[in-house]
């Protein structure tokens, strides 16, 4: 108590406010700088009270950092997001880091509460089991906690069931996007376009291998 008393209140406030990391998790994302972190498109991305502010342009942060290589297989992410009304943004899972465009490979996990333009909500396994129902609202923060095991992947927004997908085993993808498939890779967010903002911090990951 005594060391936290010394602190200023600015730098009190955000240690009182900062999320815990769940046993057995390890976080990726410091909340101060991005190190570990590869950015393909730097203007859309930079921190704001702990948290990687998305914002502008498209582009993406990659985990490039030391923890397992920045490979993972089976594993459980968390990740709290804040979106700001009409945004998009996406989780990236299974992924390799790109210099530019849309990641080819892996699974975007889906960031919209109220975006209009396209219907694919939060929880989403995009374009591969998509969710239709609103399940977090805008300027709050929710959890999107990602499981992959195996053949098969999960999504929880706030701990309520959004997908349950089990790779087939003839799988070759979605039309054009034969890298949608499981296989080891790393972790990226997405800004998306200059009208939209998400805020994504406490990212955290559990391996299950």
């Known amino acids: 108590m005594t060391m936290l008393l010394r602190l200023s209140p600015v730098v009190l406030a955000f240690f009182l406010q900062a999320p815990a990391v769940e046993p057995g998790f390890t976080s990726l994302f410091n909340g101060k700088d991005f190190t570990g972190w590869t950015i393909s498109n730097e203007a859309s991305f930079s921190i ?12 993406h942060a990659y985990y490039t950092g030391d923890f397992r290589k920045h490979s993972f297989r089976n594993f459980e992410l968390k990740v709290d997001v ?7 943004g996406g989780i990236y899972v299974l992924t390799e880091h790109q210099e530019k465009g849309w990641p080819s490979k892996g699974f975007e996990v889906q960031v919209n509460n109220t975006f209009e333009k396209d219907w694919r909500k939060t ?3 995009y374009q591969v089991d998509d ?19 195996g053949d098969t992947i999960t999504v929880r927004v706030n701990d309520k069931p959004a997908v349950e997908w089990a790779q087939p085993a003839d799988w070759e993808g979605p039309k054009g996007s034969p890298g949608r498939r499981i296989a080891p890779g790393t972790i990226a967010l997405q800004a998306h376009d200059a009208g ?3 805020y994504y911090r406490n ?3 559990k391996p299950l291998d």
């Open 48 to 59: 704001e009270e702990g948290a990687i502010k998305a914002n502008g342009s498209p582009g």
């Open 196 to 198: 939209s903002t998400v």
């Open 82 to 88: 804040m979106t700001r009304p009409n945004s998009n």
């Open 123 to 125: 929880g989403s396994l």
């Open 131 to 149: 969710v239709k129902e609103q399940l977090a609202p805008d300027n709050e923060w929710f959890t999107e906690h990602i499981i992959v095991k």
């Open 203 to 205: 990212i955290r990951i």
